[in-house]
């Protein structure tokens, strides 16, 4: 008999670069933050790390222990996330991964090779940056600070707009990126 499918609460949360989806836990851990044009996206992610009925989904509003910091960090407080409990599935490297994602502090990046050494396995860098692409958590789970061994700025699930646009939040030099403080991104989704 397969296990009950767990429960995540489905928020909302307007940004300055467009809507989040929030998914958050019984626990009040975070357990997807997505961006809203991706709804498809994260449904797929939440089917293959939970299973085709692994994962019920309810509309609600996030706690405010997960729903505050986010606000905050978009107001210029931005050591907010850091916070934020999460929770994630994923294969124990992918996990590894993520969690020295979080150790990458606001207005800094790392490259992926600069990644794959500070978890011991500087030869693994195209398995970090698979391991980085598949990252559930978004903004929280700084995947965004991760840039190209020439400081380029490489993909990004969300979009190079919003990586662009979120290290330029957090005061990282980045060519062409205008200051983002008090405007919303354009990003020229169809609505």
């Known amino acids: ?6 429960t995540f609460t489905l928020d909302r949360i307007p940004s300055p670069v467009g809507e989040l989806l929030v ?4 626990e009040a851990r975070l357990r997807i ?16 790390r939970y299973g085709p009925d692994g994962v019920e989904m309810t509309q609600g509003r ?7 910091p986010i606000e905050a960090y978009f107001a210029g407080e931005l050591e907010a996330l850091d916070a934020i409990p999460v ?10 991964v993520w ?12 490259s992926y090779g600069g990644l794959a050494a500070q978890i011991g396995r500087p030869n693994a860098m195209r398995a970090v940056g698979l391991a980085n692409g598949s990252n559930p958590i978004a903004i929280v789970v700084p995947c965004h600070r991760v840039i190209g061994a020439d400081a380029t700025l490489t993909g990004y699930g969300g979009g ?5 646009w979120l290290l330029a939040h957090e005061g990282v030099k980045v060519a062409d990126t205008p200051a983002p403080r ?3 991104l354009e990003l020229g989704l169809a609505s």
């Open 1 to 6: 008999m397969p296990p009950p499918p767990e």
């Open 23 to 26: 998914a958050s836990d019984a």
């Open 33 to 48: 933050l997505d961006f809203g044009d991706y709804d498809e996206r994260m449904r797929q992610l939440l089917r293959r």
């Open 62 to 68: 996030a706690p405010a222990s997960i729903r505050e």
């Open 87 to 96: 929770k994630t599935a994923g294969t124990p490297f992918q996990l590894e």
């Open 99 to 110: 969690a020295a994602l979080r150790t990458i502090p606001a207005g800094s990046t790392q």
């Open 160 to 164: 190079i707009d919003r990586k662009r």
């Open 182 to 184: 008090g405007r919303q």
